[in-house]
């Protein structure tokens, strides 16, 4: 079956300007997790869904970023007044809580690129 | 200090060698432990679970010391396909929840 699909595979844009990031998850899926990994490093955890609502919201690195889910589906990652530090891959994963493992399934991540 | 810490690397080792890595954890709380691989601009995918009681899946071998909250992969008779990085993962709840990475362990494997 399908995987984790995320648009834009890639988005360059200019300081100041707003982004959106989508995520698709596998369906079925109630889980949801957002995370960003500069070149390099490692993945930091931004945000998670368990259905609609994010009871761990710890990981927005300012309240520039923020996040919503509708439909127990596709999230969006919205970036606000963009700077060249938030230039890093947005990498989105899905999950079914309740599964031996708690696997989370990736997908190919959006890269990011702030002028 | 980092809720998990791993080995930084880069590990360099020939064909057929056995190479271990090593992550340790902060948080007594944690409860799910997990080695993912990520592969050079790639998105990381799950290798194993890591269990109490130790697990095994072909070469890779993987230990859970919740006492000294440490975590490690064995890895025998490496393979040129095992070149990647190897990302350590903490979850504190078993069912869903935050989930914190390590920076990763890079492994090169040498003809």
């Known amino acids: 079956g399908a995987g984790v699909s995320q648009s834009p595979s890639n988005k360059v844009t200019e300081k100041g300007k707003d982004v959106e990031l989508r995520c698709d998850p596998i369906?079925?899926?109630?889980?949801l997790y957002w995370y960003r990994q500069s070149l390099g490093q490692g993945l930091e955890f931004l945000i998670y869904?368990?259905?609609?609502?994010?009871?761990?919201k710890s990981g927005l690195p300012s309240d520039r970023f923020s996040a919503e889910r509708t439909g127990g589906s596709v999230s969006t990652l919205t970036i606000q007044r963009t700077q060249q530090e938030d230039s890093a891959v947005y990498l989105c994963?899905?999950?079914?809580?309740?599964?031996?493992?708690?696997?989370?399934?990736f997908g190919p991540g959006t890269r990011l690129t702030v002028l | 200090r980092k809720e998990v810490e791993q080995d930084p690397g880069p590990f360099n080792v020939p064909e057929g060698a056995t190479v271990a890595f090593n992550c340790t954890y902060s948080?007594?709380?944690?409860?799910?432990f997990f080695w993912y691989r990520q592969d050079c601009r790639k998105e990381p995918k799950l290798l194993m679970s890591?269990?109490?009681s130790g697990n095994e899946d072909g070469r890779f071998t993987a230990q859970l010391n919740r006492a000294s909250q440490y975590i490690s992969l064995l890895i025998r008779d490496s393979k040129l396909s095992d070149s990647a990085t190897y990302l350590c993962?903490?979850?504190?709840?078993?069912?869903?929840?935050?989930?914190?990475f390590g920076d990763g362990t890079t492994l090169t494997v040498k003809p």
């Open positions: 993962v903490v979850t504190f709840n078993t069912n869903a929840g935050k989930s914190t």
């Open positions: 890591v269990y109490s």
């Open positions: 948080n007594s709380a944690s409860q799910s």
């Open positions: 369906s079925g899926h109630t889980a």
């Open positions: 869904f368990q259905g609609n609502s994010a009871p761990d």
């Open positions: 994963a899905s999950s079914l809580p309740g599964a031996s493992n708690n696997e989370q399934f």
